[in-house]
């Protein structure tokens, strides 16, 4: 059960999601998730027993997202305290303690002890060395690669994955190479694979993938997702994935 919450009078906003079945606080200034994070919740596919495993949760929405659909336990990391805190609020702000965890802990480090059926994230975009930093530190860390890049990614999911698990990422279509060589050199392979193009006929901006390690087979090469039409607006497909299962 959702519980009643007020955004703090420093600086935080109250939306909500999937028809009001999902209720996120995010602060004005700092971090606050894209067009990506619900792209990706729509993506995955979840398993009534599957122990997942979040990198990066930020405020938590991916995770929060998820939680209509079945699974057993999700375990979020987040390295960013504020963010950390932020995400446990919304996490108790629509009553998934028992099913959503947030840790505070940086990928890098950090030792479960254990596998997970799903790993899945929506990491930093933009490499270390390049672009500019912005004044807000959180932002800043949510979308470059300050602490962990994509092959940094990549050697923890492989290290966490249980066999048969699965990975799921979305990233902009310019790192797609990067993507594939650091995927490859851990043994991944592609078992779904989506792009996204802003409209018809025009470049892909970001691509959705599921990996496995050591996966045969062909992987499933799903049609685009077009997300607005020639009036500007959202495409149908595109507001059924925001609209939630």
Known sequence: MTKPVAPR???ETLDSFYHGRIRVLQTRRGYRFAVDAPLLAGFIRTRPGDEGLELGTGNGVISLLLSVKPFRKITALELQAGLADLARRNVELNGLEGRIEIVRADLRTYE?????????????????SAGILGPSAERSAAKHELHGGIGEIMDRTAAWLAPGGRACFVYPEKRRTDFARAASA???????????LPRAGEPPNLFLAELGLLAEGHPELMPPLVLYGPDGRYTAEAEAVFAGP
């Open 9 to 11: 009078p420093d600086g």
């Open 112 to 128: 479960p002890g254990r596998k997970f059926d799903l790993v899945f994230s929506n990491p930093p975009y933009i490499r270390k």
């Open 186 to 196: 851990r043994d991944f392979r592609v078992l779904r694979f989506r792009h996204v």
